[in-house]
Structures are given as structure tokens and as C-alpha cells.
Nanobody, 124 residues
Framework: HVQLVESGGGSVQAGGSLRLSCVVS????????MGWYRQTPGKEREGIAA???????SYPDSVLGRFIISKDNDKNTLYLQMNNPMPEDTAMYYC???????????????????RGQGTQVTVS
């Protein structure tokens, strides 16, 4: 049984920092692509970070240089460090994992079959 549980969201001021966590069970992070996507009401899901099994990461320009995806294989936990967040980063954030991997690239993250319940981030 696959379960992803996000935490760490909340309200943050622009220019601050926030770290999201995603505790994963049923999937071994050391052997799976993982990623984060976000969604705001009325908009499509936006992939924002992906990390491959061997460590390489990918990001869209909108968060490149500000957000960092990482993982702790021993804790089976995925992270998203959000530095210098801006009001346009306000969204519900989800971690996700694929059932059957096609491509481990940030654009594909919203298509992944397994996802958590999300954690809200509000930047003011």
C-alpha cells in the first residue's frame, strides 16, 4: 500500500523560507523517481521539481534557483526547500511518485499516479 504524507506548509512572508516534507511508505525512495507539483484553484497542476534515483534534479524557470528538491533515503522522506518564496508561489503542494515511470522530469510530475493529500502554502 503506497502512502505519501506531506507536511510543512503554512503562511510565510515573501523572501522568507519554508521546507516541505513528504513521508513515503510502500515505495523505496532509493529506487524511485519522485517530485513535487502545485495547484491553485482554476489552474492546471504545475510540476515544479523532480529528482531522479541517482540524484539529478529538474525545475521550471519559475522556481529554478529558489526551490531545492532533496531526499533522505534512510528516512524515506522527500523534501522541498522553498527559499525566497513569492506571492505567486501560493498554492497547494503535492508530492508524487510514478506507478510506471516514463520520464523523471518536472513536467511529468503532475501525471504521476501516486500523490499525497497536499499541504497549503500561502505567501504574503
Amino acid at each position: 500500500h503506497v502512502q505519501l504524507v506531506e507536511s510543512g506548509g503554512g503562511s510565510v512572508q515573501a523572501g522568507g523560507s519554508l521546507r516541505l516534507s513528504c513521508v513515503v511508505s510502500g515505495i523505496t525512495l532509493s529506487s524511485s523517481c519522485m517530485g513535487w507539483y502545485r495547484q491553485t484553484p482554476g489552474k492546471e497542476r504545475e510540476g515544479i521539481a523532480a529528482i531522479r534515483v541517482d540524484g539529478p534534479t529538474s525545475y521550471p524557470d519559475s522556481v529554478l534557483g529558489r526551490f531545492i528538491i532533496s531526499k533522505d533515503n534512510d528516512k524515506n522522506t522527500l523534501y522541498l526547500q522553498m527559499n525566497n518564496p513569492m506571492p505567486e508561489d501560493t498554492a497547494m503542494y503535492y508530492c508524487a511518485a510514478p506507478d510506471r515511470l516514463i520520464s523523471c522530469y518536472y513536467r511529468r510530475i503532475p501525471d504521476f499516479e501516486f500523490r499525497g493529500q497536499g499541504t497549503q502554502v500561502t505567501v504574503s
